[in-house]
Structures are given as C-alpha cells and as structure tokens.
C-alpha cells in the first residue's frame, strides 16, 4: 500500500507556504517549502506535486480567493483530494498539514 501524503498550504502577500508529511507518521513534518504567489510560483507548485508518485490530502487556508482559486486548481488531479479549511480552524502550513492527515 503506498503511504498518503499530506500538505498544507496558505497563500500570504506574495508566498505559498508548504508544509508536507507523512500521514502515518503524526509528529514528524517532513518538508517545509515556499514558492511566489504568482503564475510561475503556482506552476513550480503544481510541478513539484505531480513528482510525489502517491496519493496527496492537500489542505489549503481558505483565507482569500485567490487561495480558493488556487485550491480548485490542484484539485484537478487523480489520487489528489484538496480541502479548503478555514483560517480559524488551521493557519499554519503544518497545522493544516496535521488537519489532512486527521481527516483520514
């Protein structure tokens, strides 16, 4: 069985903010990244997700549109199940990352 990826992503001023994990392994973060906002630090984004060869949960901070448009955009992908979730939930890149391996 190959192992769930887990993200979470916010859009702030001009960063998206990445955190990824292991959804079987809780307390560990596994990689923090951050890319532009605009056009070609969302294609970087979308790039580097399509490498992981596994399932991703992505969970996204619904706290702007562009960060729902973002949201829609990633989600068009097989084995790919993206979550909006709000800033008052989750708005930290890793707790949004811990958000998406909870809702397993």
Do not use: N
Request: hydrophobic share 55%; with cysteine; aromatic share 4%.
């Amino acid at each position: 069985m190959k192992r769930v990826i887990c993200i979470g992503i916010t859009l702030e001023h001009d960063l998206l903010r990445i955190a990824t994990r292991l959804a079987d392994r809780p307390g560990e973060e596994i990689l923090f990244q951050t890319f532009a906002s605009d056009a070609h630090g969302c294609a970087a984004l979308a790039q580097a997700l399509k490498r992981w060869e596994t399932p991703l949960r992505l969970a996204v901070a619904a706290a702007s549109a562009a960060a729902i448009t973002l949201a829609i955009g990633l989600a068009d992908t097989p084995r790919r199940e993206v979550m909006l979730v709000s800033p008052a939930v989750a708005a930290q890149p890793a707790d949004l990352a811990r958000y998406a391996s909870r809702a397993l």
